[in-house]
């Protein structure tokens, strides 16, 4: 209530399609700027059942996703970048999972306009915090169904999280024998890293004092781009 007109429609509160994932946004923004380490924001909850999870119906559920969070987005980075907040905050986009080129699996016989769970290639962005504009890593075959070059995991990911936040990855290495989910709903991690110049980026393992060598077999990889 207290932000200005014009913020709030930076964020899309002033739309009903893009309120919801507009105040989680703003909300963000807000913390990150009183100092709060991390925000973990979640699409699809507050819209109820209209989640992610295109099994039908694929086309209609892209345009109506794109649209309820493409504002909100772009509003949440325009408004850190312009409180001087953005090279000091990584913002990751990311899901679980990524989803088949063809059409759904034999339950659903295949006759459904809509995708499959797809673990073999999926897509995240990486947004402030010190990354390279434009810096693209890894491809799929042609189709879009494996990772084929510069394959990377979410271990990896979470490995150069922390290596921005200046943690010593190697000795945050632990074998978990489950992780909790939030199933088909993409997450947005708003992340205040500590460092003044965090290093996170491109291809290949960190070169940087105390971070990962490319002998560390088993152990996760920083995402490696000198920005």
Known sequence: AREPDHVRALYGLDESRTAGFGRQCLLARRLVERGVRHALLVHGVQIGAHSWDDHSDVKGGMIRHCGEVDRPVAGLLTDLKQRGLLDETLVVWGGEFGRTPDTNEGNHKKNTHGRDHNPGAMTMW????????????????????????????????????????????????????????????????????????????????????????DDAEGIPQVLKAQL
């Open 126 to 213: 990486f947004a402030g915090g010190g990354t390279a504009p434009g810096t693209l890593i890894g491809t799929t075959d042609d189709i879009g169904n494996k990772a084929v070059e510069q394959r990377k995991s979410l271990k990896d990911v979470h490995a150069t999280l922390l290596h921005g936040r200046g943690e010593a990855v190697r000795q945050l290495v632990h074998e978990l024998a489950c992780l909790s989910r939030l199933q088909c709903r993409p997450h947005l991690l708003v992340t205040r890293l500590r460092v003044a110049e965090p290093h996170i980026a491109s291809d290949g393992a960190a070169e940087q004092e105390g971070s990962l060598g």
